[in-house]
C-alpha cells in the first residue's frame, strides 16, 4: 500500500499526476464535490446562524467510502484540488467527510499539471485557506436562498415549473433589455458620400467625403456640384504608427476569442480547456488575470528568438483590468512554450494552438505601420474627400496573431498607389448611398460574458455555467432572426450624368445570437417589477464584491447572509401574497364579428391568443402561437389568422386532409399522420395540392425497401442524416453506404451491426420484472423499465448491481404523494461540517 494518497477531483487530473509520482503515491479522485446541500429542502438553518447541512448524495457514498478506506491506510493524504474557491471547499469537504488527522493531512495547490509544478507543491503544503471556503459558501447559500425562495413565487405567479437564480435571472434580464431596445429602435436615413478616382499613373483607389447628406434631394445637389469639376490631392500626410499585442488569455477573453475565431460555445470552450489543463497541456484555466510567470516569459522569448528572431521579442507585463481581478493567479498559457501543438483530439489541438499564439504574440514586438492620410479637393465646392491607407514596415507580432473583434463594420484600410500633393485625379464615380443608423447588437455568448465581467457580474468559474442554465430553462435561445427586407436609394454621378437606383437590402437578420422567449421575458419582467433590488447590476455586482472581501478576511460570511435576508425574505412573503399574476398579456384589439377583446398571453400550454375574457357569458376562443411568433411581437393580424386553422383542405385517398399550426410547428394532417411543412412555410397558404405533395413523398418514404426477419424495412432522412428503421429500431446510415441505391447485403449488415451495438450495451437483462441496465455514453450506465429511466454516474459499476438493489432504485424514483407546502423550511439537525475560522 502506497504510503501517500493524493486525492484531486477528476479522473483525468489523476492520471496525469500519476505519471509524475513514484511507486510511494497512489492517487484518487473524488469526482468533483463529495458534500452540498440537499437537493429537495432548502439545508440552510435562516432562523439561527445560517448553519448549512452539507450530505453525501447516495451517487458520492461509494466514493466517500473507499477514499475513507484507502486515507486510513495511507501515512499522508494530500488534498489536490484546483486552486480556486470551488477547489478550496473540496478539499475542505475531504477533510470533514473523510475524517482525516490534521497532523497527516496536507494541502497543495499549482495552477499547471507539470512534473516540477506538482512536486513543488508536494514540498511547499500549506493548511486549507477558510477564507476561500466561506467566500464558496457565501456563494453557495445565497444563491440557494434566492433560487430557493424566488421559484414558488414564480410557480404562483407566472406559471410551474420556473426558477430563478441570482447571476442568471441578471443575465437574461441583459438579454432582454437588449431585445427591447432593438425592437424600440427608430433607424434614421443619411446619404454617405464614397468615391473612386485614378491618379496620373491609372491606378484606382477609394475615397470618401467625412459628412453626411440627410435627404435625397441635398445628396443629388451635392453629386451635382461635382459634374465637370477637376480634382487634385490637396494635402498628403504620412506619419508612422504602430499596432500592440493583446494580453495572454483570461477565462472571459478565451471565451471570446474561441467564439470569434473557432465558432465554439463558452461551455464548448471551457469543457475543452479543461482537458487540455488536466492533460497538463495549459495552466488553469479559470482566471481573470493576465500575468505570466518569469519562467513562462523566459519560455516565450526563447521560443520568440528561436522561431523568429531577436528582433520580433519584446518581453512584457499586462495589468487586469477586470472588477475584482485576482493578480496573484496567472493568466491561461502553455506549460510548454516549445509545443507548437500537442497530441489531442481535432477541437482540443485548436484551442491549444489559439492559446500558444496569443500567448507567443504577447511577448513579442509591436507591428510597424506607415499610415497615408490623402485630402482631396475640388475647384467646384469646398468639401475634401479623405482617402486613407497603410502599409505594414514591420511585422512583429502580426506574424503570430491578430485579436478577433466583435460586430466590426468599418472597413479597414487598404493600400494607397503613389501619390503626389498637387497631382491631377480623374473620377470614375462618386455614389451617395441612402443608409440607416443600426440598432444595437444582440449578445454572442462570447459578447454577453464580456458584458458581465465588465459590470463585475459573475466570476470566471460562473460565465459558462450562467449561460448554460438560462438557454437549459428556456428563458433564452440561440435563435435565428429572419430579418426584413428594406429599400434604399443609391445616386451615382458617372460621366456628366447622376443615376438614381431603388435598391432592396436584408436588415435585422441574426444567426446564433441570444434571443429571449416568450418566457424568459415575462419571468424578468416579473423579477424586474416585483425583486428590482436582486435584478439590480450594481447589487449583483456589489456581492460579487463582497464574495472578494469574504475571501481576503475582510468580511464575516455569516453577517453577509443575515445582511442580505432580512430584507430579502419579507419581500419574498409580500410579492407572493400580494403581487398581481404575470401573463404577458397584450391587448391587440376586437375581434370584428363579435366585438370581444382580442389578446394574447402566456397560457397554460404556452403562448396563446384569446378571443374574449372570463368575464364573458360565452368562454374565451384560443389559438397557440407557431414557434416562430411571439407575445410581444406578434401583430393583430397574424393574431387572427391564427384561429383560421385547423384549416380542411378536402379529402384525398379517402381520408381527411387539414393543415395547423402545432407544437413544433405548422403540419399537415392525414389520416393518422403528421407530416412537417418545410421550414418557413406559411401553413396558411398551404392547398390541397402542396398537400398531396407532401403526403405522396411521405408515403414514398414509408414504402418498404425490404424485408428482414418478417419485419419491414423502411428509410427516411431525418434531423440526424440518413436511417433506416426496422422493427421499432431506427439505424443511422453512415457515408460508407450509397443512401440511394442500398443493397440486399447493405441493409442486413446495417440491422445486424445495430443489433449486435444492442447487445453489447445491456449489462443485466431481467426480462421478467421488465428492468435492464445499459451501457450510455461517458462511461455512464442507465437502469430503464417501461417509461422509467434512472442515470447512473460513473461511480457505479453496474456490472456489480443486484436485481433488489436496482428494484429499490426504481422505488425510490418513482414519484411520491404531493405534501401540503410548507412557507418556510427549516434545515435539519445541526451541520455535519462547518468551516473555521
Request: aromatic fraction near 8%; charge should be neutral.
Amino acid at each position: 500500500m502506497a504510503k501517500n494518497l493524493v486525492i484531486v477531483e477528476s479522473p483525468a487530473k489523476a492520471k496525469t499526476i500519476e505519471k509524475f509520482l513514484g511507486k510511494d503515491y497512489k492517487v484518487e479522485s473524488s469526482f468533483g464535490h463529495i458534500a452540498d446541500l440537499p437537493s429537495k429542502e432548502l439545508g440552510v438553518n435562516v432562523d439561527g446562524d445560517f448553519e448549512p447541512e452539507y450530505i453525501v448524495s447516495d451517487d458520492k457514498k461509494s466514493v466517500v467510502k473507499k477514499l475513507k478506506d484507502l486515507a486510513k491506510k495511507a501515512e499522508t493524504v494530500w488534498l489536490a484540488s484546483d486552486e480556486d474557491r470551488e477547489g478550496e471547499a473540496i478539499a475542505w469537504h475531504l477533510a470533514e467527510t473523510l475524517k482525516l488527522d490534521p497532523e497527516r493531512t496536507k494541502r497543495i495547490v499549482f495552477h499547471e499539471i507539470t512534473k516540477t509544478a506538482i512536486l513543488k507543491a508536494i514540498d511547499n503544503p500549506r493548511d486549507i485557506d477558510y477564507n476561500l471556503v466561506n467566500a464558496q459558501q457565501a456563494r453557495r447559500i445565497l444563491d440557494r436562498l434566492v433560487g430557493y425562495e424566488l421559484s414558488p413565487v414564480l410557480w404562483r405567479k407566472v406559471k410551474g415549473g420556473l426558477s430563478a437564480g441570482r447571476v442568471q435571472s441578471v443575465s437574461v434580464r441583459l438579454i432582454v433589455e437588449r431585445e427591447r431596445s432593438i425592437q424600440d429602435f427608430k433607424p434614421k436615413a443619411s446619404f454617405k458620400i464614397a468615391a473612386e478616382f485614378l491618379n496620373s499613373q491609372g491606378k484606382k483607389f477609394k475615397a470618401k467625403l467625412n459628412k453626411t447628406f440627410p435627404t435625397h434631394d441635398a445628396a443629388k445637389k451635392f453629386l451635382a456640384k461635382n459634374v465637370g469639376a477637376n480634382f487634385k490631392i490637396a494635402s498628403l500626410e504620412t506619419k508612422p504608427a504602430k499596432k500592440s499585442p493583446a494580453a495572454p488569455f483570461t477565462t472571459s477573453t478565451l471565451q471570446q476569442e474561441a467564439s470569434r475565431k473557432l465558432y465554439f460555445s463558452v461551455s464548448k470552450t471551457m469543457t475543452l480547456a479543461q482537458r487540455l489543463y488536466e492533460a497538463g497541456y495549459i495552466t488553469y484555466m479559470r482566471t481573470d488575470s493576465v500575468n505570466l510567470s518569469n519562467d513562462a516569459k523566459n519560455a516565450a522569448q526563447a521560443e520568440i528568438i528561436r522561431s523568429y528572431g531577436e528582433e520580433y521579442s519584446h518581453p512584457r507585463n499586462y495589468k487586469s483590468k477586470a472588477k475584482g481581478a485576482q493578480e496573484a493567479h496567472e493568466a491561461i498559457r502553455p506549460t510548454n512554450m516549445e509545443n507548437h501543438s500537442v497530441d489531442a483530439e481535432y477541437d482540443q489541438v485548436r484551442l491549444y494552438e489559439l492559446i500558444w499564439k496569443r500567448t507567443l504574440a504577447s511577448q513579442m514586438s509591436d507591428a510597424k505601420l506607415e499610415r497615408t492620410n490623402a485630402k482631396i479637393e475640388a475647384n467646384t465646392h469646398n468639401e475634401l474627400f479623405t482617402a486613407n491607407g497603410e502599409v505594414l514596415k514591420f511585422e512583429g507580432f502580426l506574424k503570430v496573431y491578430l485579436e478577433g473583434k466583435d460586430d466590426e463594420d468599418e472597413e479597414q484600410d487598404g493600400m494607397l498607389p503613389a501619390l503626389k500633393e498637387g497631382e491631377q485625379l480623374a473620377n470614375e464615380f462618386i455614389s451617395a448611398t441612402q443608409r440607416y443608423t443600426k440598432a444595437p447588437y444582440r449578445f454572442t455568448e462570447a459578447s454577453l460574458v464580456k458584458q458581465l465581467e465588465e459590470l463585475g457580474i459573475g466570476r470566471p468559474s460562473t460565465y459558462a455555467p450562467t449561460i448554460s442554465t438560462i438557454q437549459n430553462r428556456g428563458y433564452i435561445e440561440k435563435g435565428t432572426v429572419e430579418g426584413v427586407e428594406r429599400k434604399y436609394e443609391q445616386l451615382t454621378l458617372k460621366g456628366d450624368k447622376i443615376i438614381e437606383k431603388e435598391l432592396t437590402e436584408k436588415v435585422g437578420s441574426d444567426k446564433g445570437k441570444l434571443v429571449p422567449t416568450d418566457i424568459g421575458m415575462i419571468v424578468n419582467d416579473f423579477l424586474v417589477k416585483n425583486f428590482s433590488s436582486i435584478l439590480d447590476y450594481n447589487f449583483t455586482a456589489k456581492v460579487e464584491q463582497d464574495f472578494d472581501d469574504i475571501a481576503s478576511g475582510n468580511e464575516e460570511w455569516k453577517d453577509m447572509m443575515k445582511d442580505f435576508y432580512k430584507d430579502f425574505h419579507p419581500k419574498v412573503e409580500d410579492v407572493k401574497e400580494n403581487a398581481e399574476r404575470e401573463s404577458g398579456e397584450r391587448i391587440l384589439g376586437t375581434d370584428p364579428e363579435t366585438g370581444k377583446q382580442v389578446s394574447v398571453r402566456l397560457g397554460k400550454f404556452g403562448p396563446m391568443v384569446q378571443i374574449g375574457t372570463v368575464d364573458d357569458e360565452e368562454k374565451p376562443k384560443f389559438a397557440s402561437l407557431s414557434p416562430d411568433q411571439q407575445l410581444n411581437t406578434i401583430t393583430y393580424e397574424e393574431a387572427m389568422d391564427l384561429f383560421q386553422l385547423p384549416k380542411t383542405l378536402g379529402e384525398y385517398k379517402g381520408e381527411t386532409v387539414e393543415v395547423n399550426n402545432g407544437r413544433y410547428g405548422p403540419y399537415v394532417k392525414f389520416g393518422k399522420k403528421f407530416i412537417s411543412l418545410d421550414k418557413g412555410e406559411d401553413p396558411l397558404s398551404v392547398e390541397m395540392d402542396r398537400a398531396k405533395e407532401l403526403i405522396d413523398a411521405r408515403e414514398k418514404a414509408d414504402t418498404p425497401i425490404a424485408q428482414y426477419e418478417g419485419h419491414d424495412v423502411t428509410k427516411g432522412v431525418g434531423r440526424f442524416g440518413p436511417f433506416l428503421k426496422w422493427n421499432g429500431i431506427f439505424i443511422n446510415v453512415n457515408k460508407k453506404y450509397d443512401f440511394d441505391n442500398l443493397s440486399k447485403a447493405d441493409i442486413e449488415e446495417l440491422i445486424e451491426d445495430k443489433k449486435r451495438k444492442e447487445r453489447e450495451k445491456v449489462i443485466h437483462n431481467w426480462e421478467e420484472e421488465g428492468i435492464r441496465v445499459e451501457k450510455a455514453r461517458w462511461g455512464r450506465s442507465n437502469i430503464i423499465k417501461g417509461k422509467t429511466k434512472i442515470e447512473l454516474p460513473k461511480t457505479v459499476d453496474a456490472t456489480k448491481l443486484t436485481l433488489e438493489e436496482v428494484q429499490k432504485m426504481i422505488e425510490d424514483k418513482a414519484p411520491k404523494k404531493k405534501t401540503k407546502a410548507k412557507t418556510k423550511t427549516k434545515a435539519k439537525a445541526k451541520p455535519k461540517a462547518k468551516a473555521k475560522k
